[in-house]
């Protein structure tokens, strides 16, 4: 089928290069020109497993473009997804400014019938807003259909994530573009799910903070393990084996970030208020969240001794492993609160430096993990790169000013760092 993707960011490349890897024709638009430039040479600006070479081989094999001309892609492309950036406004709401321009560019030069299929996540009654703004920026009458098709890919794992999905949501009242679509994911055997426009947008607000839950939920029993001498690790494991509970989402950290949890919570959280609903639970699930970074700091300062004049090693920025993505990571929030508590950082990701760069101006960026450790006062875990599970922590011990270590992410093994000589503490352990 011939397909256009229109904002080329984590989910529209990997939306793009996954369709056109399926035999599909697919031309993926963005108005960053450097972006495209690269992509166009095979370059791929974001860290995602597996990417690099289906990018390549859909290159290659001219089922892949980019362009930034939506009027190019739009006039080729029967199946026309937006998946640009839906951000949190100043009042949590999503912000649809980007969602609106698309629709608008792509009425100026639609040529035929077109579907266009909303990936980016959406308030409720967007699918509505979209046909709105096609039908009053239409040049001349086309024949169009709008559907939501909401996206549930995870960094880190977005291939596999997008080529097997758990289930596929189609929201739409269309018999022909529910045909279209069902036959565009029929090698995919996964469940399809055909709903209308509006529970198929909060069915994505809905999984989101469910998970986003299920994250402070488990940080609250952390706290509550940590004072009852319990090992939250244990507590999480007895729970999983419950197929009603599982094992997913149930890790204790320094609370959840990223692109997707901490705006789509905002924005649910605006849904329901707007409808009259004081949704308390989601307001719970967003306090514990911003307590636990808190309380990591808190956490740092006491087995540190104080920030003042001290030096604090951090090992992992993004807002979890596998990826470069550092939008609302806990790991950059804390090493900024830590910062301007006067303490020095030093700081080292695998990835996500470069990103995070901007934010933490005043923090060290070492080249590995060996050179945050030296002469720290602290050493902090903060991302749970599987890098760091195997570093020489007896090496690591004699760098360090004193062999002070928190694992705020509870991937290493308190036995035997206690034995090597650290001052260990995890979470809810
Ligand atoms: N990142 C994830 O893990 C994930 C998972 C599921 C759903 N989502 C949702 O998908 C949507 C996209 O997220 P993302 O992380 O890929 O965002 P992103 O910021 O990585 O990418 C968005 C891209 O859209 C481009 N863009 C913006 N306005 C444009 C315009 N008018 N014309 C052309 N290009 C334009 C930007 O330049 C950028 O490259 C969001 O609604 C997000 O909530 C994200």
């Known amino acids: 089928m011939e397909c256009c993707v229109i904002g080329t960011g984590y989910v529209g490349l990997v939306t793009g290069a996954c369709l056109a890897d399926m035999g599909n024709s697919v031309i993926c638009v963005d108005r960053d020109n450097l972006k495209i430039n690269k992509l166009s040479k095979g370059e791929i600006p974001i860290f995602e497993a597996g990417l690099e070479a289906i990018v390549t081989r859909c290159l290659k094999s001219g089922k892949l473009k980019f362009t930034t001309s939506t009027k190019e892609a739009v006039h080729v492309s029967t199946l026309i997804f937006i998946t640009v950036d839906t951000p949190s406004d100043y009042q949590g709401y999503a912000d ?66 997008f080529m097997k999905p758990a289930r596929i949501v189609i929201g739409s009242g269309s018999q022909k573009a529910i045909m279209m679509m069902t036959d565009l994911y029929r090698k995919m055997n996964a469940p399809l799910l055909i709903t209308d426009p509006v529970s198929a947008e909060m069915i994505k607000y809905a999984s989101n903070a469910f998970l986003a839950t299920k994250v402070s939920y488990i940080n609250a029993i952390a706290n509550i393990c940590e004072v009852v001498g319990a090992d939250v690790r244990e507590v999480s494991l007895g729970m999983g084996y419950d197929e009603r509970i599982g094992f997913e989402f149930l890790r204790a950290g320094p609370g959840f970030g990223g692109s997707c949890f901490p705006k789509d919570c905002r924005a649910l959280l605006r849904i329901a208020g707007d409808y009259g609903y004081n949704f308390k639970l989601l307001e719970g699930v967003m306090d514990v969240n911003r307590e636990q970074q808190l309380r990591t700091v808190d956490k740092i300062k006491r087995m540190a001794g104080g920030f003042d004049g001290k030096k604090i090693g951090v090992l992992g920025l993004a807002f979890k492993a596998n990826t470069d993505d550092i939008r609302e990571s806990p790991a950059v929030n804390i090493v900024s609160m830590v910062l301007s508590g006067g303490a ?42 599987d890098e760091f599970k195997w570093l020489d922590y007896t090496r690591i011990k004699e760098l360090m000013n004193s062999p002070v270590l928190l694992d705020a992410r509870n991937c290493l093994d308190p036995a035997v760092l206690r034995k090597i000589g650290y001052t260990y503490e995890g979470v809810g352990r």
Do not use: C
């Not at 909303?118 to 703004?133: A, D």
């Not at 239409?138 to 994530?161: C, M, Q, W």
């Not at 030093?346 to 050179?371: C, H, L, R, T």
């Open 344 to 385: 020095e950082v030093s700081v080292y990701d695998p990835e996500a430096m470069e990103n995070a760069s901007e934010f933490i101006p005043e923090a060290k960026f070492a080249g590995d993990a060996y050179e945050v450790a030296a002469q720290a006062d602290i050493l902090v875990l903060l991302t749970e790169w």
């Open 96 to 161: 649809l400014t980007h969602v609106d321009e698309v629709a608008g560019d792509i009425a100026s030069v639609m040529n035929g019938y077109k579907i266009i299929i909303n990936k980016s996540t959406v308030p409720v009654g967007t699918t509505r807003r979209v046909e709105r703004v096609i039908e009053e920026s239409l040049k001349e009458y086309h024949e169009f259909d709008v559907i939501s098709n909401p996206e549930f890919l995870r960094e880190g794992t977005a291939v596999s994530d």
